[in-house]
């Protein structure tokens, strides 16, 4: 999902953030202080992230974990920011932000859809900024124009291996300790 501009001339609090986002029908990200629209998907991004729901979390819930789809916020804390990663996953206690139950702070796994919009963000300050979640240990970017699945998976503090996996191929994920097919995430799609 893009973000659209929605503030720029009036820096908000997180409070009114979330006064403003109890009440909107659509969703907004916080970016210290600037308050973001987010912009509809395409089918072929809706279906990429069920499916990848279905697979890569399943696999995961499985394992214990807990699953979260695109109306579940990230903190990142030394950042001031909230943002709408399209999946999710928590392995262990959920970390809530401080009085919240709709922010998290610990995701193990993000999930991001790339749009032509968003490629550039997902790829380069997004990631760096996802960097500071030290419970952050696998990145997935998914095309939604071709069948590639580029799955980051850290080694340490500031070091990730990346992996990209296209048609036919069985991706990895390295500290997930799983496997999952690329046709099964483009599954009805391209």
Known sequence: MAA???????????EEYFIME??????????????????????NH????ANAVLTIGGLLKKKGCKLFTSD?????????????????VV???IDFSKDRKD???????IV??????????????????????????????ISQHTRQIDVFSRQEEKIWRMASYDDGKIAKLVNAELEFSVDEIYDGIL
């Not at 659209?4 to 997180?14: A, C, F, G, I, R």
């Not at 109890?22 to 089918?43: V, Y």
């Not at 030394?78 to 399209?86: A, E, G, I, L």
Request: hydrophobic letters at 35%.
């Open 112 to 141: 991001e859809v790339l749009s032509d919009s968003t490629e550039a963000y997902d790829r380069g300050t997004k990631f760096v900024k996802y960097w500071s979640l030290d419970s952050l240990k696998e990145y997935i970017l």
């Open 91 to 93: 392995c262990g206690d």
């Open 72 to 88: 579940m916020k990230i903190e990142l804390e030394k950042y001031n920011q909230f943002v709408y990663p399209d999946f999710s």
């Open 103 to 109: 922010i998290i702070k610990n995701p193990f796994l």
């Open 4 to 14: 659209v501009e929605k503030s720029k001339d009036k820096k908000y609090s997180k």
């Open 46 to 49: 809706n279906m990429i992230c």
């Open 22 to 43: 109890e009440k909107a029908t659509e969703k907004h990200e916080f970016h210290d202080g600037e308050i973001l629209m987010m912009s509809g998907a395409s089918a």
